[in-house]
């Protein structure tokens, strides 16, 4: 199994830009398909992107499409969601997924069998 460590969650103004980033541990990281959750206070978790272990293909949620960008860097042991234009509904905890073997798409949290333990971003208007 694969742990997660999140970082690069931040206070920031609406319109403005942020970048997260979720390291992993064990030699099998490309192996793996990648993706970012996100949960509000009160609000269920819902589905941010997904890429797949080569970074080849990707999926984004209906919320976030043309604005969030998901990669990844094998070499690093790293999956990114570049962030843009942010909006005070983007504020929640975002966490970072891992499970092998998947094909990205519509994703549900159940999917992913390996999780971080969040990190905060915080859109103010």
């Known amino acids: 199994q694969v742990q997660l460590v999140e970082s690069g969650g931040e206070l920031v103004q609406a319109g403005g830009s942020l970048r997260l980033s979720c390291a992993a541990s064990g030699r099998t990281f490309s192996s793996y398909a990648m993706g970012w959750f996100r949960q509000a206070p009160g609000k269920e978790r819902e589905f941010v992107a997904a890429?797949?272990?080569?970074?080849?293909?990707?999926y984004y949620g209906d919320s976030v499409k043309g604005r969030f960008i998901i990669s990844r860097d094998n070499a690093k042991n790293t999956v990114y969601l570049q962030m843009n234009s942010l909006k005070p509904e983007d504020t929640a905890v975002y966490y970072c997924a891992a499970q092998l073997g998947l094909r990205v798409g519509p994703q549900l949290a159940a999917d992913f069998g390996s999780w971080g333990q969040g990190t905060q971003v915080i859109v103010s208007s």
């Open positions: 890429i797949n272990w080569s970074g080849g293909s990707a």
